[in-house]
């Protein structure tokens, strides 16, 4: 549903960006400082062709004045790697600028969204919804009954009813290369070494425990924590609980991960959590948890990657206590926006905790064939994947 009123107010702030990113291109700072202090143009604005944002601009005229002016007034320099980020410009004053500002953390614009939403950054709340259905209430997705089918292309389906007539993939054939690179990456030792221990947190189709058990060293412990009663019904069936090595704990995550039938355990070398119905605050609390479980520094640990993939905001999705300056930004920009903030939000997150972060790229282009789907409402439309791996940081590495 449109609203004028809002789209009017949004015209005229577009209208103060371009404004904006004309006077700093012209390397005027007085004229810029007039701009903003009259105005308060929206400071993250970049010109719809180029990308190019004020940081840019200010960058290509080699003036740190008004490098040093826009950051300070809240000019955004990392928002996303589909946008041309301005702190990789090649100019000595743009790096040595950003550089400064990086370091002392002046700029952390995953936080700084997400707080405008009206989250914190620690505790995390980031975007909630008011959505009960199992697609996004977790006491909801326990109760609804799962379907285990295969479609005609062959694909692997775990499925759940959201709402009157919405289906959506629990787990979905279709990320298989994603659990392969994963398993590749944190737990694939040469044959003749010990199988490791690992912690899998949500079953769903099996798809990477199935790999963790055909890894050159299957696991000598396998621990997989499931709540969902079809889930549990599924690997009976599937013969699970008579596998060799395979620990299985019925309930919530919540429910084990500080037991001390978990902890007796003795660490493991490999962690994954893909969970369903749950949000960053919840991915936030595992993170909590994950140095008292790993080995050591040696040991990995990753999750499915997947929050803020969907599809971009509109002006009738957004709450109207949400800044109109932000409104704008949720609406203007792409699906990458969002799924950059939040692996940039977690990155820092952990590094707090004493976790490093390195990411590489999968390709999932599949997922923009809408017959992958099979009538599932798409909970990823990103042509790539950015997959986590995370490891204890070494006391010589602090």
């Known amino acids: 549903m449109h609203d004028p009123e809002i789209e009017d107010e949004a015209e005229l702030y577009i209208e103060a960006g371009i404004r904006l990113l004309d006077a700093v291109e012209s390397a005027d700072l007085v004229a810029v400082k007039r701009l903003v202090e009259q105005e308060e143009p929206p400071m993250f604005f970049q010109d719809p062709e180029s990308g190019w944002s004020a940081l840019h601009l ?15 007034r809240g000019a955004v320099w990392n928002l996303g790697q589909w946008w041309l980020e301005a702190s990789r410009y090649d100019s000595p004053p743009m790096q040595r600028v950003c550089a400064k500002y990086k370091a002392e953390k002046k700029v952390q614009s995953s936080e700084f969204i997400l707080r405008a939403l009206g989250g914190s950054a620690d505790p995390p709340s980031a975007i909630r919804t008011d959505d009960e259905t199992a697609a996004a209430s977790l006491d909801t997705f326990l109760k609804s009954r799962l379907t285990f089918t295969t479609d005609a292309k062959g694909q692997d389906l775990c499925m759940v009813r959201a709402g009157d007539d919405a289906e959506v993939g629990v787990m979905m054939g279709w990320e298989r290369p994603i659990m392969v690179e994963t398993v590749k990456r944190i737990c694939d030792a040469p044959p003749e070494t010990h199988g490791p221990r690992v912690l899998n947190v949500g079953f769903g189709l099996g798809i990477i425990d199935t790999l963790f058990q055909a890894s050159s060293a299957p696991p ?20 699970w609980y008579e ?8 309930g919530k995550w919540q429910d084990h991960i500080s037991s001390d039938l978990l902890l007796s355990l003795g660490g493991f070398d490999a ?23 790993l080995r050591g520094p040696s040991a990995y640990f990753s999750w499915f990657n997947g929050l803020g993939a969907t599809s971009r905001y509109t002006f009738s ?6 800044p109109m300056w932000l409104t704008i930004l949720l609406c203007h920009f792409s699906d990458a926006l969002f799924y950059d903030i939040y692996a940039r939000l977690a990155e ?23 017959t992958i789907w099979s009538g599932s409402r798409k909970y ?3 042509p790539f994947y950015r997959l986590p791996i ?6 010589a590495q602090g």
């Open 220 to 239: 000598s412990l396998h621990v997989i924590i499931e709540a969902h009663p079809d889930v549990l019904a599924h690997m009976r069936k599937t013969g």
């Open 271 to 293: 962690i994954y959590t893909d969970t369903f119905s749950e949000e960053y605050a919840d991915l936030y609390a595992f993170f909590e948890h994950v140095p008292n479980l």
């Open 243 to 250: 596998k060799e090595n395979v620990m299985i704990l019925e």
């Open 348 to 370: 820092l997150h952990l590094n707090d905790m004493g976790l490093s972060v390195s990411w590489s790229e999968v390709d999932v282009s599949e997922v923009e064939d809408d």
């Open 390 to 395: 995370c490891a204890m940081v070494s006391p």
């Open 58 to 72: 200010a960058a290509a005229a080699e003036s740190s004045e008004l490098l040093e002016y826009l950051l300070e």
């Open 380 to 382: 990823f439309t990103l």
């Open 317 to 322: 999705l957004i709450p109207r206590k949400v």
